[in-house]
């Protein structure tokens, strides 16, 4: 019984490695000219690169996939080592956040998102507010459950 559950592991773990080979072969045969805009972009300087891991991260819920995607794009030459490690250090931060949001009691702080949201529509950043505004509607509907 333990071998079988051994082996099962073992196929696992393979499966885990391939994929990851796999989504770096992806990478460096899909557009990368495009890819390599966009985290030029949001990577100019290593604060961006690790705001960035905490933003992507708090989205994705999850640090290992972002860590994984860093690691195809480094080893792609798509992104610096520097910028990558920038990313996984704010992935995991950003992993830390979701878990103290998610252990506070969240009661009336959605009001906080609201009034944030009203402050940068009269500053003009439509965009913004609109991201504060479903925010706070997330936080509501999570006390209201």
């Known amino acids: 019984m333990n071998i079988q559950i051994l082996f099962i592991l073992l196929s696992f773990i393979c499966l885990l490695l391939y994929s990851i080979n796999e989504l770096g072969h992806t990478i460096e045969e899909s557009n990368q000219e495009k890819i390599k805009i966009f985290l030029d972009k949001t990577t100019q300087t290593t604060l961006s690169s690790f705001l960035t891991g905490i933003i992507v991260c708090l989205f994705t819920q ?26 996984m250090i704010g992935s995991n931060i950003g992993t830390s956040f979701v878990s103290f ?18 402050v940068l529509l009269f500053c003009k ?4 507010s609109n991201i504060f505004v479903f925010l706070g509607l997330i936080f509501l509907s999570i006390d209201l459950i």
């Open 62 to 87: 999850s640090s290992s996939i972002i860590t994984i995607l860093t690691i195809s794009l480094i080893s792609c030459k798509i992104l610096s080592l520097k910028k990558g490690i920038a990313i």
């Open 101 to 118: 949001f998610i252990t506070l009691e969240i009661g009336n702080s959605y009001y906080l998102f609201f009034i944030l949201s009203i």
């Open 125 to 128: 950043k439509n965009k913004l």
